[in-house]
């Protein structure tokens, strides 16, 4: 996540930023890859109590 957050704060992309709305699309991607990867890796009891305490059922979420 922190190598992500580091990508789409940086001033250098694959694709320029100023080329809206396509310049943002490889920061969007990147960014639902990484919360994707990340709940996947997460203990799948540890994702389930967190996605009940924000009130998202367990089921739609990856690895479920």
């Known amino acids: 996540l922190v190598g992500a957050l580091g990508y789409v704060v940086m001033p250098f992309d694959l694709i320029p930023d100023f080329g809206v709305p396509f310049g943002e699309m490889d920061d969007l991607a990147l960014a639902v890859a990484a919360v994707h990867y990340f709940l996947a890796w ?22 479920h």
């Open 42 to 63: 997460c203990p799948v009891h540890v994702v389930d109590e967190h996605a009940r305490i924000v009130g998202i059922r367990p089921e739609h979420l990856p690895g």
